[in-house]
């Protein structure tokens, strides 16, 4: 749960790089400007490759947050379940004991009735 958590943490510390990204490739943008028809130079072939690459990184970013929070909420689902089955143990353990406490009692009664 705390690598999630943590997993989670981080993937969110990323959104905000992401947009500051973003904002830069933006500002690339502004600099190059429309050009010639066809036209394509080293800066605008760049700033769409940097277009490209900050479009993967937020879609996997997004799609790894979503996936943790998945998982984080099946695994806080699942610690339910443990500490229900840890209480459930708890109260067998305590009958187990009364059990053996009866048995122990009668098996000593049979030992004084056979002496």
């Known amino acids: 749960l705390q690598t999630a958590g943590t997993a989670e943490d981080e993937?969110?510390?990323?959104?905000?790089?992401l947009k500051t990204l973003e904002e830069q490739l933006d500002r690339l943008?502004?600099?190059?400007?429309?050009?010639?028809?066809?036209?394509?130079?080293?800066?605008a072939e760049r700033v769409e490759k940097l277009k490209e690459k900050a479009k993967t990184l937020r879609n996997t970013t997004l799609?790894?947050?979503?996936?943790?929070e998945g998982k984080a909420d099946s695994l806080?689902?699942?610690q339910d379940e443990i500490i229900q089955k840890s209480t459930e143990l708890d109260g067998l353990?305590?009958?187990?004991?009364d059990i053996?406490?009866?048995?122990?009692?009668?098996?000593e009664e049979l030992r004084s009735c056979s002496a």
């Open 11 to 17: 993937a969110n510390a990323a959104l905000p790089i």
């Open 29 to 43: 943008k502004d600099q190059v400007g429309p050009g010639a028809p066809g036209e394509t130079t080293p800066l």
């Open 63 to 68: 799609n790894m947050t979503d996936a943790l």
């Open 76 to 78: 806080r689902g699942l």
């Open 93 to 97: 353990d305590t009958k187990l004991k």
């Open 100 to 107: 053996l406490q009866t048995i122990r009692k009668r098996a």
